[in-house]
């Protein structure tokens, strides 16, 4: 037993360093390996499945009423949910002081215009006594000098006329303008729509600027939104696409691409596109979420 004991610890020592061997990768093996890491993943291709986009549908006429000069409300005459037609009025500022003004300047201008044809007249006499004392003085009746006094009457009268008519268009155009202010004292619907919300109470003062109503129509329906660029060729105007909203589910309706834009936006990457509702609305109204089902460009 002896004997054999030291050959057993040489083989076991073997066995152990042929095993730490085993675990040092060669050259070749190592440069597979960091080859292997190296390697790009691969590209991941676009969906096949739809795009969807959705955005809240807007009308091109919606807009803040304000009040076109200082003044107080002295009466309100429609509330939220009317319609208007384009001109209807919507309310009334204060406009004692300003008609007043009004009608003081068209006095005025009746006033001048009623001068002007005064000094016409005038101006058709001194025209005749001029023609009479030229005849005079084809006859040698009068000297020259009743003659040329008799023409500077007459040359006179003309300028007389042209000053007054530039009082005239003065006095027009004042009572224009104070009929413009008179005007704005009358808060008018800009357009065909519908009164969503009033601002105001009577008997408010207001500023130049102050939002009274806001008024919005309820037709055509639209949807702005962006898209990547890979879309790019893939619309056209006039394309007709589905168009779903979360608020009315059991309705289906279709838009139409009106505005497409021709170059992509270099800091998004991304084009964009304008649909417009085609049909019926049904039960959309301006402001409701819509979908649109895209097919996703391979």
Known sequence: MHKHFPLTVVVLGASAFGLGCGKTPTPAAAAESSLATSAAPPQPTPSADPLVVSGPLVVEHQVDVAAQR?????????????????????????DRQIAADTEAAR?????????????????????????????LWDAHVIPEEQLQHAKYKAESEQWDIVRVRELLT??????????????????????????????????????????????????????????????????????ELPLTSPDVPDENHTAKVIE????????????????????????LRPGMTASVHLDNPR
Request: hydrophobic share 40%; net charge positive.
């Open 70 to 94: 200082d003044g107080i409300v002295a009466r309100i005459q429609v509330e939220p949910g009317a319609r208007v037609n384009a001109g209807d009025q919507m309310a009334l500022l204060d």
């Open 107 to 135: 006095a005025r201008t009746r006033s001048i215009e009623a001068d002007l044809k005064n000094w016409e007249a005038e101006a058709k006499v001194m025209e005749a006594d001029y023609e009479r004392a030229q005849k």
């Open 170 to 239: 003065n006095a027009q155009q004042t009572e224009r303008s104070l009929t413009l202010e008179l005007e704005k004292t009358r808060i008018r619907a800009p357009f065909e729509g519908l009164v969503a919300r009033r601002y105001v109470r009577e008997g408010q003062q207001v500023a130049k600027g102050d939002r009274l109503f806001w008024v919005t129509a309820e037709a055509p329906l639209r949807l702005r939104f962006t898209l990547p660029e890979r879309f790019l060729g893939r619309l056209k105007k006039g394309q």
């Open 260 to 283: 497409l834009s021709p170059v992509v936006d270099p800091s998004s990457g991304t084009i964009e596109v304008l649909l417009e509702l085609a049909g019926s609305r049904g039960q």
